[in-house]
């Protein structure tokens, strides 16, 4: 007869006896249906009591070994919840869009944690490392980060408001187009930092003191007073910071052919 359609269904098993398996497969013709069973033969009951000894002893063995690696992957996972990520890096450390307004965070090790738009207004990070930490677009509005170590941190577009930067190390931090009106940065050391011109003029107008991990004067990190160094910004604003190139010789000082040299 020639089948139009079919369908196979599952294969299932069904015991007929203690030595015999019967599976079945449905086919669905046109119009009619008919069942196929086939029985095979099972092997002697040694064989199989022998090959239930062995399923038997290698599941109890699996069980053993799945059970002690999950003992040893659950203590190392708490050792690196507990120490800020892998080999105490923090690398583990996620807190990208997290609320943690108004929170207390004191002394804590944050370093190459996460903290991406997350809300860390009117927060309490002193004294805290951040070393190496992305904070692109985060919200630090009158967060206070005194005394704490924020080296080669990525703060980008971050919003830092009168937040208190007292005593704090910025050292090689980028500030491109973050926001620090009002910031608090006495004693704070921003050596080599990348912070937009008009963000650094702005610092300038009063920032004071020396931090006291460096030893470096806050006004001489920003470059104040200092025309050549401060007239270099950022990348995020080139049109603002960068110097015209026909005033410079090859060594990067002013060209005296240029008669622009002295010119205020």
């Not at 997290?98 to 804590?108: G, M, P, Q, R, S």
């Not at 692109?136 to 009168?162: C, I, P, Q, W």
């Amino acid at each position: 007869m020639a089948l139009n359609s079919i369908s196979l269904l599952p294969i299932k098993s069904i015991n007929i006896s203690s030595s015999s398996t019967c599976y079945y497969k449905v086919f669905i013709p046109q119009k009619s249906s008919k069942i196929v069973c086939q029985v095979e033969k099972s092997n002697s009951n040694r064989e199989v009591k022998k090959w239930k000894a062995i399923v038997s002893t290698a599941l109890a063995a699996a069980v053993i070994t799945f059970s002690s690696n999950m003992t040893a992957m659950a203590d190392l996972n708490k050792f690196e919840a507990e120490t800020r990520g892998e080999f105490g890096i923090g690398s583990a450390a996620q807190f990208g869009s997290a609320d943690l307004k108004k929170t207390v965070h004191t002394n804590e090790n944050f370093r190459r944690a996460n903290f991406t738009s997350a809300d860390m207004r009117e927060s309490d990070f002193s004294g805290s490392t951040f070393n190496g930490a992305y904070l692109e677009k985060a919200v630090a509005y009158k967060a206070n980060f005194s005394g704490a170590d924020l080296s080669d941190t990525l703060m980008d577009r971050m919003v830092l408001n009168e937040a208190n930067l007292t005593n704090a190390v910025l050292v090689r931090s980028v500030l491109t187009r973050s926001d620090l009106g009002g910031a608090i940065v006495e004693g704070a050391d921003f050596s080599d930092a990348v912070i937009d011109l008009l963000q650094k003029q702005a610092l300038c107008k009063y920032a004071s003191g020396t931090n006291p991990v460096t030893g470096v004067s806050t006004r001489k990190s920003l470059g104040c007073g200092n025309s050549r160094r401060n007239a270099y910004g950022s990348p995020s604003s080139p049109l603002l910071s960068a110097p015209p190139q026909q005033l410079l010789d090859r060594d990067g000082f002013c060209d005296p052919a240029t008669g622009l040299c002295e010119a205020s």
